[in-house]
């Protein structure tokens, strides 16, 4: 059975800075796609990044993430994590970490493109 778990949410300052953590067991971790999303109070749910499966070599950052957050991966560990610099009021949500496409290179960045979601961690950010 696949199981997807987050960490590393909390409160944190405008311009601070988080990391966040998923771990994912029960699949071949470095076969898939990761990423990350979130959703705001009243917003639907929206991708903020996504890295390829295996090296990684390939990501994708919301136009509102870059230049800030960076995702990376620990295959030995079954791990992504997502640091997030210079955050704002608005970075505020909860945050999902979801499993992407086998053998993704993170073409395809919609909901249905994956298949096993966190339970989600919330990020507050205070002005």
């Known amino acids: 059975r696949v199981q997807v778990v987050e960490s590393g949410g909390g409160v944190v300052q405008a311009g601070g800075s988080l990391r966040l953590s998923c771990t994912a067991s029960?699949?071949?971790?470095?076969?898939?796609?990761m990423g990350w999303f979130r959703q705001a109070p009243g917003k639907r749910r929206e991708v903020i990044s996504c890295?390829?499966?295996?090296?990684?070599?390939?990501?994708y950052y919301t136009d509102s993430a870059k230049g800030r957050f960076s995702i990376s991966r620990d295959n030995a560990k079954n791990s992504q994590y997502l640091q997030m610099n210079s955050l704002k009021p608005e970075d505020t949500a909860i945050y999902y970490c979801?499993?992407?496409?086998?053998?993704?290179?993170?073409?395809?960045?919609?909901?249905?493109?994956?298949?096993?979601w966190g339970q989600g961690t919330q990020i507050t950010v205070s002005s």
């Open positions: 979801a499993v992407g496409g086998w053998y993704g290179s993170c073409k395809e960045l919609g909901e249905g493109d994956f298949g096993y």
């Open positions: 029960g699949l071949k971790f470095d076969d898939y796609a």
């Open positions: 890295i390829s499966f295996n090296t990684g070599d390939k990501t």
